[in-house]
């Protein structure tokens, strides 16, 4: 069971399951598995245009993305798997049948954008504090 009393007080626990809130609805694996899935280009590349681009059809990903059809739905799996993105399917105006929509969930956005988007971006910041030519 995962306490959050050390998390509360600032201080850093022993057992990292200890940084989950008592009433967490994901477990600490859960939580790493959301990370892993974020490891790949491609499914990285498909929850990037989500997030920041809004819901997208797998046509209009394969086109974006140039990758063919069984390997976006493979790495569209895997971010499903781990609740990064979530499937929709809805009928256009004046069409007949339904069709597929993908967008990011509150999860997908936070983990790419506090995540790796926030490494990214920080390496800049990084650069500049080592960075020997810059005076100060």
Request: hydrophobic content about 35%; aromatic content about 8%.
């Amino acid at each position: 069971m995962a306490t959050n009393s050390h998390a509360a007080n600032g201080e850093v626990p022993d057992d990292p399951e200890e940084l989950l809130p008592n009433d967490s609805i994901l477990s600490l694996d859960e939580y790493l598995e959301m990370h892993a899935a974020v490891g790949h280009r491609t499914r990285y590349e498909i929850l990037y245009r989500l997030v920041h681009g809004g819901e997208m059809s797998p046509k209009e990903l394969e086109e974006a993305m140039q990758v063919d059809d069984s390997t976006l739905h493979y790495h569209l799996n895997k971010l499903l798997d781990v609740s990064l993105v979530e499937k929709r399917q809805r009928t256009e105006r004046g069409q007949d049948g339904l069709y597929t929509y993908y967008r990011a969930t509150v999860f997908g956005a936070v983990t790419l954008t506090e995540g790796v988007d926030e490494l990214i971006r920080g390496e800049q910041a990084f650069g500049e504090m080592y960075d020997s030519s810059v005076e100060e």
